[in-house]
């Protein structure tokens, strides 16, 4: 009996609800104060009615396609106007999406290889005002660089070149006396440039051994006290450290005969043909 009694008061409801606009208000009104009150009061009932209208919306964005693209226009509507308007929002929304776009890179390999061919595609194809600029400005860079690698050899080589030049100079200066200058130690001809003027004061010392002074009074006979003396720089050394020198005359050392064909050789030649060259260092 109850239970006729309540369905008979829900079909009574509900057929005034439908014709008496102030019920029809009034309970709205009542409704909606009964909800804002329990959601503000009771943490049970708030989470409960948030997890049945999400339930209500997932369910409906799944089966109702009208309803879906209307959803996806209005929040890609809503993104834009905020990524426009609101600058934090933008710069978090751009480090986002790369993020995710970085992740799903490494992730996905097919996505990858989708990625790499249209960005190669679109390098390929890409002929604008950009491109031609930046193409124009590598091609300049390029002729720049051969031209300057191309200075710089050429300064290399003249830098080469006057270094040989100034090499060749100075030996010609050195050869131009030719080997006219004898060591009165060892007697062997020489260059200027290898022979040092002989004083006797510069040799002889108080505490020099009679070896010694006997060899370099001997080197004095030898010459004219009218000429000029010289002495190679191997001897200079020799004597200044009390030794003498391995290829002295005083030692005494004997060569064989020289060859009648190269008897006449002058002392220029005779360096020519020497094993070693004096002037090579």
Not at 12 to 20: G, H, R, V
Not at 109 to 131: D, F, G
Not at 147 to 169: F, P, W
Request: glycine share 0%; aromatic share 10%.
């Amino acid at each position: 009996m109850l239970i006729v009694k309540r369905c008979r008061q829900r079909i009574w409801s509900k057929i005034k609800y439908s014709q008496n606009i102030s019920f029809r208000e009034e309970k709205i009104q009542r409704s909606i104060t009964y909800f804002r009150n329990n959601c503000h009061n009771n943490d049970d009932f708030r989470m409960r009615e948030n997890k049945w209208i999400r339930n209500l919306i997932l369910l409906k964005y799944h089966n109702n396609i009208n309803y879906r693209l209307e959803n996806n226009t209005l929040a890609s509507r809503r993104t834009l106007n905020k990524y426009h308007n609101n600058l934090d929002f933008q710069n978090q929304y751009e480090e986002r999406e790369k993020t995710r776009v970085l992740q799903r890179y490494h992730s996905d390999h097919s996505l990858r290889l989708k990625m790499i061919q249209n960005a190669s595609y679109s390098y390929r194809n890409n002929n604008t005002l950009m491109k031609r600029n930046l193409k124009q400005l590598y091609n300049q860079r390029r002729r720049i660089l051969k031209k300057y690698s191309s200075i710089q050899s050429h300064m290399c080589t003249l830098k080469h070149r006057n270094l040989y030049l100034a090499s060749v100079e100075k030996f010609r200066k050195i050869i131009k006396e030719g080997p006219a200058y004898v060591c009165i130690s060892c007697g062997i001809a020489l260059f200027r440039h290898q022979v040092l003027p002989f004083i006797e004061e510069k040799y002889l010392k108080q505490n020099m051994s009679l070896e010694m002074t006997t060899y370099i009074q001997s080197c004095l006979k030898n010459t004219f006290s009218s000429e000029q003396r010289w002495i190679c720089k191997l001897c200079s050394d020799k004597i200044k450290k009390q030794r003498l020198s391995s290829r002295a005359l005083m030692n005494k050392l004997e060569v064989c005969e020289i060859p009648s064909e190269l008897k006449r050789l002058n002392n220029l030649e005779k360096h020519l043909i020497a094993l070693r060259l004096p002037f090579m260092s």
